[in-house]
């Protein structure tokens, strides 16, 4: 059984859906058998397109309509993912990643990003195809590519390689990132307070 959304929502996901995309100059959009494929600069991505969902050029612009009301949400959906493929062959995508610790490091070998985090061996992450990865100063990475779910994705098992641990906050996190430290037994002890069983 799947689950409706909130009516607000689907109102929303409806106006979203309504926003026309302007198509720069030198991307090309055509229109598939349940999907769009969108060239640019950057590259090429297919983008699936549900169904009841159609296209429209019109003025240098793509408009996205749907065949009944109950496809508010999917109409939201299907543009935002058409806008971001269009984003994504013109401009890209980017996350930064810093890797925190004494001796952590990283770097480019090929196709492969290769990691010193403090175990008994390195670790290797393969670049995925289309996307391309730099290291500075061997503890900031920085991971584009056209795809903005790929980018994402590749950023979170970056991460996932070496968390940043809670009590000295060693490991790999997103650049900005916040991270709540936690206090160990001792300091918890010298500060007076009860140390956690």
Known sequence: MSARLPAESSKAMSRIGRKPIEIPSGVTVEAQES???VKGPKGTLRVPLP??????KQDGRLLAHRDGEELGALHGLARSLLANAVRGVTQGFEKHLDIVGIGYRAEVKGKML???????????????????????????????GADRQQVGQAAA????????D????????????RLKKKVGKAAA???GGPAKQ
């Open 157 to 164: 098992e970056i991460r996932s390689l070496r968390p940043p």
């Open 51 to 56: 169904a009841g969902i159609r296209l429209e």
């Open 35 to 37: 999907a769009v494929v």
């Open 166 to 177: 809670p009590y000295k906050n060693k490991g790999i996190r997103y650049t900005g990132e």
């Open 114 to 144: 290769v990691f010193t985090l403090g175990y008994s061996h390195p670790i290797e992450f393969k670049i995925p195809e289309g996307m391309s990865v730099s290291v500075e100063k061997q503890t900031h990475i920085v991971l584009s």
């Open 189 to 191: 002890a010298a500060a």
